[in-house]
């Protein structure tokens, strides 16, 4: 599994030079990484580089128009329908955007996905293989996995001043709203078929 962040990148982040927490940090990205995960609304590793997967999927509904993806599209190797080969581009297939396919018609949008009655998510008709996730982790994904393992481990202090003039610190426990903006401003937001990740 991915780590969306390091352990020299987290111990930067919180001004520790030794190597006495390393083991404690080691063992905390992979959490927070799957944290961000859940958060956002990806699968497992769903921020990373995920090279030649296939997505076994179905459309909801007869009418169907955009088949949103569970990861985002870096490139598109083949699609099929009902075991019909469908060409990226062509009159009667499909275009391509970040998070899903969209079918045309006559080199326009307009023919559908669709879903006759009797498909359940046991009898899944489509099957995109490709790469998909980020060929690079956005540094928004570094930059709250850095945060998230730092408030997970204990390391993460707010350092105050006391009414005596004397230095105190509180750990941090709760990520801070800079976090929780983050993660609305890269959160899937549209639903998805069942699927299978392969």
Do not use: C
Not at 88 to 116: C, M, N, P
Not at 140 to 150: D, F, S, Y
Not at 172 to 187: E, F, I, Y
Request: proline residues 3%; negative net charge.
């Amino acid at each position: 599994m991915a780590n969306y962040a390091t352990r020299d990148e987290v111990k930067k982040h919180v001004e520790i030079e030794d190597s006495n927490r390393d083991a404690l940090i080691d063992a905390t990205l992979p959490r927070a990484s799957r944290m961000i995960d859940r958060w956002t609304r990806v699968p497992t590793d769903g921020w990373s580089d995920l090279q030649g997967k296939t997505i076994t999927t179905q459309a909801a509904r007869e009418g169907q128009q955009l088949l949103f993806l569970p990861l985002r599209i870096q490139s598109i190797t083949s699609v099929t329908q009902n075991g019909i080969l469908l060409t990226e581009g062509a009159d009667d297939d499909f275009v391509t955007w970040d998070w899903y396919l969209e079918q045309i018609h006559g080199g326009r949008v307009g023919r559908k996905f669709f879903s006759h009655a009797g498909w359940t998510s046991l009898q899944q008709k489509i099957v995109i293989v490709g790469n998909f996730g980020f060929a690079a982790i956005p540094d928004e994904v570094n930059l709250m996995a850095v945060e998230a393992t730092a408030i997970i481990s204990g390391l993460k202090k707010n350092v105050f001043e006391t009414n005596e003039g004397s230095e105190g610190a509180v750990l941090l426990t709760d990520m801070p709203q800079w976090v929780k903006d983050a993660v609305g401003s890269v959160k899937r937001r549209h639903a998805v078929e069942p699927y299978k990740l392969t």
